[in-house]
């Protein structure tokens, strides 16, 4: 039997709706996409994206566990490093390394444990 897969979408645990914002959005610059509650007094999950990379981020216990790592590939990750830069966020002063397996790596934690790592690739 063949089928295809698709890139998976990460959720990723969040606490507080206002740092996640200011992290995905005003730093990161993700757009959010789409907001759900179940009802009045219920977590938040949503869908931010930036390009091809959809991230749900979910306020509800047994979605998943905080602390998740996540690898994102760019081809662009001077002009990302040079966005956050500029950014200034408080909590994250990014820079770029070079792996010992031949890819530049940058990797950003958020304000709840989660790390993403922005890869660039060698060329081969």
């Not at 897969?5 to 990460?10: F, G, I, N």
């Not at 759900?36 to 219920?42: K, L, S, V």
């Not at 566990?65 to 950014?87: F, N």
Request: overall charge negative; hydrophobic content about 40%.
């Amino acid at each position: 039997m063949s089928f295809q897969l698709h890139a998976p979408t990460p959720v990723l645990r969040i606490f507080d709706e206002a740092l996640a914002r200011d992290f995905y959005v005003g730093f990161l610059g993700f757009a959010v996409d789409w907001e759900h509650r179940f009802g009045d007094n219920f977590p938040l999950y949503m869908q931010v994206s930036q390009g091809d990379c959809q991230l749900h981020l979910s306020g509800h216990h047994g979605d998943c566990c905080p602390g998740a790592s996540l690898r994102i590939v760019t081809p662009a990750l001077d002009a990302l490093h040079q966005q956050l830069s500029a950014a200034d966020y408080k909590h994250a002063k990014p820079g770029i390394e070079l792996k010992p397996w031949g890819s530049r790596e940058m990797t950003v934690t958020d304000p709840f444990g989660n790390r993403l790592t922005f890869v660039e690739d060698a060329e081969p």
